[in-house]
């Protein structure tokens, strides 16, 4: 029954195809170093998941929200491990506003798709 609705969801258009998207950018772009490129993960999240960032862009921009993501030390390390931390860290990056369901997602991708675990 699990199995029968992960493969439905799977072959949809939206779920199925923006997951692979997804999965792919995040194993060709492991890592959380370059502004640029979690600046790029920072929007795929926000646009397939509607997270909402963009809504509070006088609060926070994409570009805020990757350099503090790059600014969490060790956070690589901490996501591949499972740490429920960063995802406060992340969720209240700026201090002007909690992006928890952005931070959830944002750890729960690179964790599922770089290291193959469910920690998030």
């Known amino acids: 029954m699990i199995e029968e609705a992960h493969r439905q969801v799977k072959a949809t258009n939206n779920y199925g195809k923006e997951d692979d998207l997804i999965t792919d950018c995040f194993k060709?772009?492991?890592?959380?170093?370059?502004?640029?490129?979690?600046?790029?993960?920072?929007?795929?999240?926000?646009?397939?998941?509607?997270?909402?960032?963009?809504?509070?862009?006088?609060?926070?921009?994409?570009?805020?929200?990757?350099?503090?993501?790059?600014?969490?030390?060790?956070?690589?390390?901490?996501?591949?491990?499972?740490?429920?931390?960063?995802?406060?860290?992340?969720?209240r990056s700026n201090g002007y506003i909690n992006l928890f369901s952005f931070a959830t997602k944002y750890c729960c991708y690179h964790n599922k798709n770089l290291y193959c675990r469910d920690d998030y």
Request: include cysteine.
């Open 28 to 91: 060709r772009f492991p890592t959380n170093t370059d502004v640029t490129i979690v600046a790029m993960k920072v929007g795929l999240i926000d646009i397939t998941n509607s997270t909402h960032v963009s809504q509070h862009k006088s609060l926070i921009s994409a570009v805020e929200l990757a350099e503090c993501i790059i600014g969490i030390k060790d956070i690589d390390n901490r996501i591949k491990n499972g740490d429920p931390e960063v995802v406060n860290e992340i969720a």
